[in-house]
């Protein structure tokens, strides 16, 4: 009795709702009428002539029972061209989870540019073994560990291009109540692109998973490496930078601290080919330059001795090898092919191809090759040093 009597006032809410005839919502087809109304609101309801005559109960080719046939006959092909015209705003009712399943943003950058949470204009598209490998696996891993499909899926593979699932993953990283992903996807998006920041992106990843005995694949150092992900953000932060940007660069070195332990100055220069392993308590100064293909190990220090301003932090070679918990203090250079000990201190320049150790670090050896590749820290040669690096100092265990 209780239905009977709202069942009206239901009928005539959907009515005022919808801008319906009087008539055209009755209880027994009105899950149906309500459906076709809602797709008749947004792809005009010309556009689908059969459902909107279902609809309404009239005719629009041959009349509307009322005397007015030829009337809505004019009416009706009037409908149907302009339907014709709108065609394309048809709606994909059967469209799948995997293509409309995501939050869509859109957020007009310029009079170019528009971006959205599933695609972004002027993608590239040359083939790259790296990326193709990245998702290989992440479909293997998909069919091995099915808990994980859906994480795989937004993070890898529904991303057409690396740039787009390295954006992905660091908007997630960072983003918080006041940092929507949505917003943050777009502006990395806009630094990713260029192809230098790119190719530099790609190669660390490729170092990464090869310097590493502890990493497996390219999937696992993208998903899962924080050094990774905090020096992807900064080479973001470092575009900003460089732009007079600064309050963004900030925000994203603040939020990168936070987030991964890694407190890198957007001012910073690094090279390609870097690898930052394990990355916790890892401190680049403002005027730090890095070279390509050198490696450091957490709780490396960088930093400047005081409060001297200008050029005040150490500039690193190529192919250079920091230790963890090393500290390399002042506007020094430490020369192409060295390495520096764990725990050592560093306060003086350091020749090319030099091994270094202690507090203050001291010359005990050479080193061959690339040693920020080899990642080889035993101490070949520390015998046939004149003194012990690390004579006078007391370890308490």
Known sequence: MMKMKMAPRAARSC???LSLPAGTCGLSTCRRRLRLAL??????PEEDGEAWEEFTGRSLRNGNGNGAGSAASAGGRAREAVGTANATRSIDEEGTWREQGFAFYQNKQDDEAAWDWGHVSLEHSDF???WESVRRQAEEQSRAE????????SSVLCHKTFEKALANILANGIGDQNLLTTQLFPTFMSVLQKEEVRKAALLDLQV????????NSYLEALLNYKGYHALQ????????YCNGRGVMAQMLQSRSSEVYGVDIHPGAKFGKGILVDHGTGV???ETAVIGDNSSLLQGVTLGGTGKASGDRHPKLGKNVLIGAQATVLGNISIGDGSMVAAGSVVLKDVPASTLIAGIPAKVVGSTTGMPS??????????EDAETDPYEGIEYFL
């Open 128 to 130: 790259d073994p790296v």
């Open 208 to 215: 990464t998973k090869d310097r590493d005995p502890a990493c």
């Open 15 to 17: 009515r005022s709702r």
């Open 233 to 240: 953000l900064h080479r973001i932060s470092h575009d900003f």
């Open 373 to 382: 590749t080899l990642m080889d820290q035993v101490f070949k040669g520390f």
């Open 146 to 153: 099915p808990l994980l499909s859906s994480y795989l899926y």
């Open 39 to 44: 797709r008749a609101k947004a792809n005009e």
């Open 283 to 285: 401190v680049v100064g």
